[in-house]
């Protein structure tokens, strides 16, 4: 699937000379920003004990005797980083292929610098990461280097600074166009890193290690189920995302609260948003923008970016239903119809949604707005909102995945593509919000009205929306009938 | 003799095979304040959650003022507060409440809330989370959520486990108020020592209720040497 969806991005005609020598002023710097996130991921996932996760019976019974932990760690950290480097490879050799495509320097050459940088990378996240998990350097130094690190590759990429060291190592992919010896050197350094972190591992603390354990098994449980819902939560307690202990929106919740309890409560859970899930949720509804305008200008494969912005920040921000969810007990001991709570709890997702992307539309049309981009932004923003939270919804209200009797009593003939129409229709449902975009796009390729156009092509995404947000409402009365039809 | 308040005909519960409770035939009155005992697996809490809505009878009836316990017409007039306290992992202490109270129709006087967080040792925490609380913490802000909430009907399964002295004799208290107040109480415990503060005792054994009467002569039972 990605191998077709990048092919079909990058197209197969050969570069111009120009083009070829943009490709090799920033692509090593692009590279060097890829490996920076990388390292920030890698010493985030370390601070908190990660990437490795142990048996509960290997940190209760090994850990815990009288052994060196570096000789107990050292097996599961090396396979760890082999396996990230494994696959770094294969990521390297596809993109190495698919530059090979438009780039003179030949497919083995490209594939095998691909392979090089990839398995670099990985390594150098893994590395950061058991430097990090190790505490022999403390964990918020790998951070703040990783971060560092990324900085500078930024400042890079836009001309603040000449020179980044990570951009140097970016340099591998691009050897088939100027070999860099220097870059060598960075790969000498992450073979240190990565060398440093598995021997220094026995510093692991057991606390991380034990949440991780617990944690982790019921992750790849609720993945194994498909189960979205757990495999949020579970993440986020991985990453300690708890909920803050300030309302910060106090002075909406507390007013709206006594005559909009609904509105007042779910205001209430998202004042308490710890800082990182607010700049995911505001990177991805920015990352939603710049992918419509992608689509705006003619690569209309981005809306499949933009709408999975919009659903994994909806995820988020539909929280305060979620919990409705995660507690029947509750729910039950309210004297309202649950269909109707649910509903009501909608409006809050909807509100943060549209707030996001409304600040990305400012964003996005602040560096340089096409000709009547600003009319169907105005217009996306309300589908796409609209469309984020009923994909959402679907995703939050349906049972998992593979969790209801039924599937495991059909034969699988009629549970595999029920299985894959299932993950696959909330994401459809988000990104339906983005319709408007192309339907205006192709109005302006053809000299048509823009708006009305925009306007027209809404009404698919607006009728999606509200048959799920009336779906939501009547979900219990649907099935009860259901049931009573089939005589259960 | 006051309405009756919760009536069951042949209430029973099976799991696969193996049967959990019942049939139990059962009447209590309005304003009745009953004490339910028995074994671990004796079918208390299973009898609690049959009234409280959230298991289904496998056979029988439940009523709880004439209506089946999942309508919208019990769940304004029922309380239930189960032995393993559910709270929201995304409101403080003080927002339970505040949402509690306001779903049941509540928008006027709160002043119930400041004396709750009061009286049951909460002050101080009203802000917090109680998703991140104690065992014991936890437990009082459910008894909180439970009582903040007009009720005519209190189901309460092991109240007391993780409670210290002073939350055990606040809610202790708390109950004795909302029985006098005319409320219907049902609670489960196995606590000998709070057995005298009510009317009427029941005793389940492997299911079936073996004693019906007053509660004071259900202590008998507390020692085991009646149960099977």
């Given amino acids: 699937m990605l191998a077709i969806f990048a092919s079909g991005l990058i197209g197969d005609e050969a570069l111009t000379r120009a083009q070829q020598a943009q490709v090799h002023k920033y692509g090593p710097e692009w590279a060097g920003l890829i490996l920076g996130v990388l390292l920030v991921v890698g010493a985030r996932s370390g601070s908190r004990g990660g990437p490795l996760a142990l048996e509960a019976a290997d940190v209760h019974n090994l850990l815990l005797a009288p052994l060196p932990r570096g000789r107990v760690l050292r097996r599961p950290s090396i396979g760890s980083i082999g396996y990230g480097s494994a696959a770094g490879a294969a990521i390297g050799a596809l993109a190495g292929l698919l530059f090979a495509q438009r780039i003179p320097g030949g497919n083995a050459a490209f594939i095998a610098s691909g392979v090089l940088f990839g398995a670099t990378a990985a390594a150098a996240g893994f590395g950061f990461a058991f430097l990090a998990a190790s505490r022999r350097i403390p964990a918020v130094v790998m951070v703040v280097i990783a971060l560092i690190l990324t900085g500078l590759s930024i400042a890079n990429l836009t001309d603040v600074i000449a020179w980044a060291p990570l951009s140097e190592i970016g340099t591998i992919p691009f050897w088939p166009l100027g070999f860099a010896p220097a870059s060598l050197i960075g790969v000498l350094i992450v073979i240190g890193c990565a060398v440093a972190g598995v021997s220094w591992i026995g510093g692991l603390s057991i606390e991380s290690a034990q949440r991780r354990t617990r944690l982790v098994g019921q992750l790849r449980f609720a993945v194994t189920q498909q189960d979205l819902r757990s495999v949020l939560l579970l993440r986020r307690q991985l990453a300690s995302e708890l909920p803050g202990s300030r309302n910060r929106l106090r002075f909406l919740s507390r007013p709206l609260g006594p005559k909009f309890p609904i509105v007042g409560r779910g205001l209430a859970s998202i004042g308490r948003w710890p800082r990182v899930r607010i700049i995911r949720v505001g990177v991805l509804c920015v990352g939603a923008g710049f992918a419509s305008r992608a689509v705006w200008l003619g690569t209309t494969p981005m809306i499949l970016v933009a709408g999975l912005c919009t659903y994994v920040a909806a995820l988020d921000a539909i929280e305060p239903l979620a919990q409705e969810i995660d507690h029947p007990l509750l729910v039950d001991s309210y004297p309202h119809e649950r269909g109707d709570l649910f509903q009501r709890h909608l409006i809050v997702p909807v509100l943060v949604l549209l707030t996001g992307l409304v600040l990305s539309a400012a964003v996005v049309l602040a560096l340089g707005a096409p000709v009547d981009a600003d009319i169907v932004a105005a217009i996306t923003v309300v589908t796409a909102s609209l469309a984020g939270v009923a994909g959402a919804a679907v995703s939050v209200v349906g049972e998992a995945v593979l969790s209801a009797l039924d599937e495991a009593m059909m034969p699988p003939e009629v549970a595999g593509p029920r299985v894959v129409f299932r993950m696959l229709w909330p994401p459809l449902v988000a990104i339906s919000g983005f319709i408007p975009v192309i339907a205006a796009q192709r109005a302006m390729r053809d000299g048509s009205e823009i708006f009305n156009t925009a306007l027209t092509f809404s009404a698919i995404p607006l009728v999606i929306s509200v048959g799920v947000f009336a779906w939501v409402r009547y979900r219990d009365e649907l099935h009860d009938s259901m049931n009573e039809a089939m005589g259960r | ?228």
């Fill in chain 2, 1 to 228: 003799m006051n309405d009756v308040a919760i009536r069951t005909v042949d209430l029973t519960k099976t799991y696969g095979d193996v049967d959990a409770l019942g049939p139990i035939d059962l009447e209590i009155h309005e304003g009745e304040s009953v004490v339910l005992i028995g074994h671990n697996g004796s079918g208390k809490s299973t009898l609690l959650n049959l009234l409280a809505g959230t298991l289904e009878p496998s056979d029988g009836m439940a009523r709880i003022f004439g209506s089946d316990p999942d309508s919208i017409h019990v769940r304004q007039r029922r309380s239930w507060l189960p032995d393993n306290p559910v709270l929201y992992d995304d409101l403080s202490l003080r927002e339970h409440l505040e949402f509690t109270i306001r779903m049941h129709g509540g928008s006027g006087d709160e002043s119930i809330i400041d004396e709750l967080i009061e009286r049951l040792g909460l002050s101080g925490r009203e802000e917090d989370l109680p998703s991140q609380f104690s065992r014991g913490l936890r437990q009082k802000s459910a008894a909180a959520v439970a009582l903040v909430r007009p009720f005519f009907l209190l189901l309460v399964d092991e109240p007391f486990v993780g409670l210290d002295a002073t939350g055990r004799l606040a809610f202790l208290d708390l109950l004795e108020e909302a029985r006098d107040g005319g409320a219907t109480l049902v609670v489960a415990t196995h606590d000998p020592e709070v057995i005298d503060r009510f009317d009427r005792g029941l005793v389940l054994d492997n299911g079936s209720l073996i004693f019906d009467g007053p509660a004071v002569d259900v202590r008998p039972y507390l020692s085991g040497s009646v149960l099977s």
